[in-house]
């Protein structure tokens, strides 16, 4: 946990929306994202942690700000070991987490909250937006299930759930979506130095934003009339968390 003076607070709300819901303690959510590649040994400690360079802009400046915080933490994190043959052995996979805030007076207390972990998606082309959606001004966010495979290939792409502005339908944005992710890849995770098959859940977001600044905005969405299911009820971003990991955090990790 760490104390920031008022002009770092200044770049958390310049740069990261906090959520409206407060966690325990009124430590409040923001919207910076961190990913870390993590080498964990047998006994579920990690052993080396790189963090991944930040890709969203808007809070590059913060996250170089709280790199320090971010990798000390998910050092101490610890791990159900996966296993093999019924033996536990070393595994590799990637740490998600997001950064939460609370307010002391002029100064603010930070700390990296686990969010999950798994494989790591890249993502060679964005959906495109459907023309019509813009036209119509409706936004939304698709919850897809994918299997990344132990050669990066991701298969069996389906929504999951979704949400848009005034429950419009979504059908449009799944396909445009689906199109994008037949061309990504996968870095798997590994047990024991062999890829492992992982389903994984993926946000994908449709925002318009604000054409003269480029900064997204936090429209009103609900699950969607074509939604398959209720959609998650905390946010990842856009990171893909994996569902059925070989490597589990352990539940007294903070």
């Known amino acids: 946990m760490k104390r920031f003076a008022l002009g770092v607070a200044a770049l958390i ?61 998910m050092s101490h994190w610890a791990f159900e070991p996966a296993t093999a043959d019924g033996n536990p052995v070393p595994g590799r996979t990637f740490l998600h987490g997001v950064f939460e805030f609370h307010e002391e007076g002029s100064s603010y207390k930070a700390r990296l909250a686990f969010i999950g972990n798994g494989p790591r998606i890249y993502k060679a082309v964005a959906p495109k937006y459907p023309k019509t959606k813009i036209s119509d001004r409706v936004e939304a966010t698709l919850y897809m299930l994918a299997l990344v ?14 949400q848009s502005t005034g429950k419009r339908r979504v059908a449009e944005f799944v396909e445009v979506a689906m199109m994008a992710m037949k061309s990504w890849r996968a870095e798997p995770e590994t047990v024991d130095g062999h890829p492992m098959r992982t389903w994984v859940r993926l946000p994908i977001t449709f925002n318009l934003g604000d054409p003269l600044s480029g900064r997204r905005h936090a429209p009103e969405l609900e699950r969607s009339v074509d939604s398959p299911g209720e959609p998650p009820t905390s946010s990842s971003g856009d990171l893909a968390l994996a569902l059925d990991s070989r490597i589990k955090i352990r539940p007294q990790t903070p």
């Open 13 to 73: 709300f310049t740069h990261a929306v906090l959520a409206e819901d407060p966690s325990a303690n009124d430590w409040k959510r923001s919207t910076v994202f961190v990913t870390g590649v993590a080498d964990i040994d047998a006994k579920g400690n990690v052993q080396h942690i790189e963090l991944l360079p930040d890709e969203n802009k808007d809070t590059k400046v913060l996250s170089e700000e709280l790199a320090p915080l971010a990798k000390s933490t």
């Open 149 to 162: 495979q132990p050669d990066g290939s991701i298969t069996d792409i389906h929504l999951e759930s979704a």
